[in-house]
């Protein structure tokens, strides 16, 4: 459904900070709209081409054969298994032929293989195992483990790329049995260890940076390597610390082995859905990213440590794209941030009693808001300006418990906020959504989408690509309140700036909700600017809302088991007034759930993430993980004795954030033409009270100014070179294609399989309607909504059977009698429930596409106009065995106006079968999707590759 909307406006111009003055002229322009050329937005790959490992083994060493997916590159990793309490890894950062391995593998195997008539005896060279990516290694007490992934699935598809979910892992000892001691507690460090279930929920890319949001990852390197002076380098890639949970893991490896061999996993959730709109596939991936910084259980991790990282810190990004490009500087990608995490506070409640609420305890008097101060201030750094805060726990109790929390929230926002320029301040929203769920004729999730509005009005988000000529024309008049960096002549993109940050007190059901909110009025725009709908404002009861509905709470879900203990107790569809009581037994039992979970396991959990993530180190004659009291000493440093450099308690935001904001200080690259640059009334943005003055420009007027950030420290020098755009034309534009995708390096046709069992709106097949848009508002009618053939039930959205509650959280407005629709959706995505048919509704119910049942004579007619077709002859023509003739009328197309009267005379013309192949082709890809590929079409691709890979070498 093609849409076509109205050019948004251009928002009202940021003022930043000048020299002298707290408010200043605004950023409208040149100082932090970059130029930037379309094709040098691109979705750049990681390309850690180590794909496949095979593990060999000698008495004396490990080796690691590493290959990417086709087994044209190899590389080789050696690990000395002579000394037991160290890792020694040797990598030479050679790339390999086959045959140079097969050689290499058998000049190893015949120094170690069996000498007759020795006293001795060596085994050779053998096989342990085989894998899709090393983890890292750990070290207990006694020698390492090293531990490999040897079972992936495919989670989503980004612009060809493929994220893929860990399976199954394995944990290989490197020492021999003969040079380790035998340590009582090695074996009970090694399952705590692994009650950190890798396999439910960690994810990892060969090719996409799935630490960063998409924004981030299409404008970070892509001008440093379009540039074509060989002086100018750029910093290599690296993710995010603060979401690469085997960070500890890789500590051995960073600094030692090639890049090739680091492979950053990340817990979390990732699911992805496709919206078909008429064919077109437009998928709707949702990544969340938890934190790894002051991760833990429920009751054993609130509020914030010294560092400014909170529990429960999740970074919700929604990215929605055209899948039928693989193109990058299309203008086909979309993407929207929000952040959900615990007040950012000292506090806690103790769980060591039988209560299953205990009371909220402030545990430090903090005047000065130090840990409030550092927690949005990586806020601003990673995502940014305006930052809204919506607090959703209790504000008014009859003993206070959760309000406790708001009392001392808000006046901590409103003492940082007086030492940054207006506008920069922290906006602070209170809604008490318990309160206002109570009441009979509230709708929670009408007020929440007027607070989304008002925070996407500022926020934004991002669009990789120029506005639509569609969109330009038409002017929706919603298109005008979105924020960000909107659309210009020389800045051809949208970009998000600032983010919405979630909480209550468990940042769990209530969180949930709000986010599904923020999402929906998110996901509006993002469709039109892709030219989908010709409308932002989504209707709920659509095929596409209650897919995205499902996908969220699939999301909460997940979350909720990772830190809860549970799955989500109040859904989406609980605020929404719309769960019968027979959902309150699936309610008690997740309670019952979350509360065993938090009194009896949540402490080995909590001992299992602190030796996963290096919080806790084990050494000999040491206190044990165990026998430790608390472990508030291993996430509070400065409680500890580890003093950090005391901050200012007025001067709190980093004086480096006031040159970059509103937008990220992690856009790695930035550039401004600095002939539009006035060198003494430039309008960048300095620290208050700071009295040096912006430096004079001596550069010539056509050169192009870079500026190369990081993620910490203060920005480099500046580095200049000749020309308005520094590019050499032809030499480093190649194909973009091969530049940043190289299918025989990176990804196989196993990844797009997952194509064919990914949640679609092809799923949900309706019989009786008129339109199959999935943005048509259906109406709960008596009759059941049927999968169509050939695509079977998928379990869950998340990829496991558990996610999802049974088919008694479901229900309609009236009565609490369950919606068909309703039903089939919730068996569709759980992969129960029936789906028969039942009568269907009466003709009367308004809105309903039910046709009333036509009268015997008007059937009778119709019976004698069909029958033509079944009972026509068969064109004479040689029969294809291959091709089984059908007599329900495919061949044959009705002519454009009868030959006569008569309906009983007419003959439909004949239609060729090459014409019928590719009619019926495309109504089976229509209807069932593409088909996997043949062994032919394989080769044929392969050999179109072949040249292309050669010649960008």
């Not at 055209?322 to 993407?335: I, P, Y």
């Not at 993980?625 to 580890?642: C, I, K, R, S, V």
């Not at 429930?833 to 009568?839: H, K, L, V």
């Amino acid at each position: 459904m093609e849409g076509k909307a109205s050019q948004p406006n251009p928002p009202a111009a940021r003022p930043a900070l000048t020299k002298g003055s707290s408010t200043a002229a605004s950023m409208e322009g040149t100082s932090y709209v970059r130029e930037a050329n379309k094709n040098l937005l691109l979705l750049n790959p990681v390309s850690s081409k180590v794909q496949r490992i095979a593990v060999y083994e000698t008495k004396t060493r490990f080796y690691l054969i590493g290959s990417n997916n086709t087994e044209t590159m190899f590389r080789v990793l050696k690990i000395d298994r002579t000394e037991p309490r160290e890792l020694v890894v040797i990598d030479d950062k050679i790339k390999y032929t086959q045959r140079q391995v097969r050689n290499l593998l058998t000049m190893i195997d015949s120094g170690n293989k069996q000498t007759p008539g020795r006293a001795y005896s060596k085994p050779g060279l053998q096989k342990t195992a085989s894998g899709f990516g090393l983890l890292g290694f750990v070290r207990f007490l006694e020698g390492y483990y090293m531990i490999l992934i040897t079972k992936k699935t495919c989670a989503a598809l980004i612009g060809g790329h493929a994220i893929h979910k860990v399976e199954d892992t394995t944990m290989i000892p490197i020492h021999q049995e003969g040079t380790r001691r035998s340590d009582p507690n090695e074996a009970r460090y090694f399952q705590t260890f692994q009650n950190v279930d890798l396999s439910s929920s960690f994810y990892f890319s060969y090719s996409y940076d799935i630490t960063h949001p998409l924004q981030h990852n299409m404008r970070t390197h892509s001008f440093w390597e379009a540039c074509s002076d060989s002086h100018i380098s750029y910093t290599p890639w690296a993710p995010c610390d603060r979401f690469v949970w085997n960070e500890y893991l890789l500590g051995h490896l960073k600094h030692n082995v090639h890049n090739d061999w680091i492979l950053v996993a990340m817990q979390g959730f990732i699911s992805q859905a496709n919206i078909s709109v008429y064919g077109r596939p437009i998928y709707i991936s949702l990544i969340a990213r938890r934190s790894k910084e002051y991760a833990g259980c429920r009751f054993l991790k609130r509020g914030a440590n010294d560092q400014g990282y909170v529990a429960n810190e999740v970074e919700t990004e929604q990215i929605v794209h055209d899948a039928s490009q693989l193109a990058h500087n299309t203008g086909r990608f979309t993407s929207f941030l929000q952040v959900r995490g615990s007040v950012p506070l000292f506090w806690s409640q103790e769980s060591s009693g039988m209560t299953p609420k205990p009371p909220i305890v402030m545990d430090r008097i903090d005047p000065y808001s130090a840990a409030a101060a550092l927690h949005f201030n990586k806020l601003f750094e990673r995502y940014g300006t305006p930052t809204f805060v919506l607090n959703l726990v209790k504000k008014r109790e009859r003993r206070p418990r959760e309000s406790i929390l708001s009392d001392n929230l808000q006046p901590a926002l409103t003492y940082l906020n007086q030492f940054i320029p207006p506008e920069l301040h922290i906006q602070y929203i209170q809604f008490d959504m318990a309160r206002f769920t109570r009441s009979k004729d509230s709708n929670v999730l009408e007020r929440l989408d007027q607070i989304a509005q008002k925070a996407f009005a500022e926020t934004g988000f991002f669009h990789g690509g120029p506005e639509l000529a569609c969109n330009q024309q038409d002017n929706h008049p919603q298109s005008s309140k979105v924020g960000g960096i909107s659309y210009r002549p020389h800045f051809p993109y949208r970009l998000q700036t600032g983010v919405v940050r979630v909480n209550c007190v468990d940042c769990l059901d209530r969180t949930n909700t709000a986010q599904f909110v923020i999402g929906k009025r998110a996901l509006g725009f993002q469709l039109y600017a892709l030219g989908v709908v010709d409308n932002p404002i989504l209707e709920l009861d659509t095929d596409c809302m209650r897919m995205f509905e499902g996908l969220y709470e699939a999301h909460g879900d997940i979350i909720a088991l990772q830190y809860g203990g549970s799955q989500l107790v109040h859904r989406i569809r609980t605020y929404r007034k719309l769960s019968q009581w027979t959902a309150h037994s699936r309610d008690i039992m997740q309670t019952i759930s979350r509360y065993y979970s938090n009194a009896f396991t949540d402490f080995d959990k909590q001992c299992a993430i602190n030796l996963f993530l290096g919080k806790f180190k084990p050494q000999p004659l040491h206190a044990q993980l165990w026998d430790l009291p608390t472990d508030y000493y291993l996430h509070h440093l400065e409680a500890a004795g580890f003093n950090p450099t005391r901050r200012s308690y007025t001067a709190w935001l980093s004086e480096h954030l006031y040159r970059c904001l509103p937008l990220p200080y992690q856009e790695e690259v930035e550039f401004v033409p600095i002939s539009e640059r006035d060198p003494f009334s430039s309008p960048e943005m300095v620290s208050p009270g700071s009295s040096v003055p912006p430096s004079p420009v001596s550069e010539p007027a056509d050169a192009l100014q870079v500026v190369r950030t990081g993620s910490a420290g203060a920005r480099d020098e500046p580095v200049v070179f000749g020309g308005k755009t520094g590019l050499k034309s032809g030499t480093f534009l190649r194909h973009t294609f091969l530049d940043h995708y190289q299918p025989w390096e990176l990804s196989g046709f196993e990844d797009y399989d997952f194509c064919h069992s990914m949640l679609s709106t092809l799923q949900f097949v309706h019989p009786d309607k008129a339109d199959p848009s999935p943005f048509v508002v259906r109406k709960k009618v008596k009759k059941h909504m049927v999968p169509q053939a050939g695509v079977g039930p998928r379990p869950s959205v998340a990829g496991s059977p558990s996610v999802h509650s049974s088919g008694s959280d479901t229900a309609s407005d009236e009565g609490g009698d369950t919606s068909d629709e309703e039903k089939s959706l919730d068996a569709i995505m759980t992969g129960s429930g029936d789906i028969s048919e039942q009568a269907p509704s009466s003709a009367g119910d308004q809105g309903s596409t039910e046709l009333p049942f036509p009268n015997s004579s008007d059937f009778q007619q119709y019976m004698r106009y069909a029958d033509q077709f079944v009972n026509a002859s068969v064109p004479k023509q040689p029969h294809d065995p291959k091709y089984p003739i059908s007599n329900t009328g495919l061949w044959y197309i009705p002519p454009v106006r009868p030959v006569s009267q008569s309906s009983y005379q007419i003959s439909p013309p004949m239609v060729p079968m090459s014409s019928y192949e590719v009619y019926a082709a495309a109504v089976d890809i229509a209807q069932n999707g593409p088909k996997f590929v043949s062994q032919d079409e394989y080769r044929t691709y392969k050999a179109f590759c072949e040249p292309l890979r050669y010649s960008s070498a």
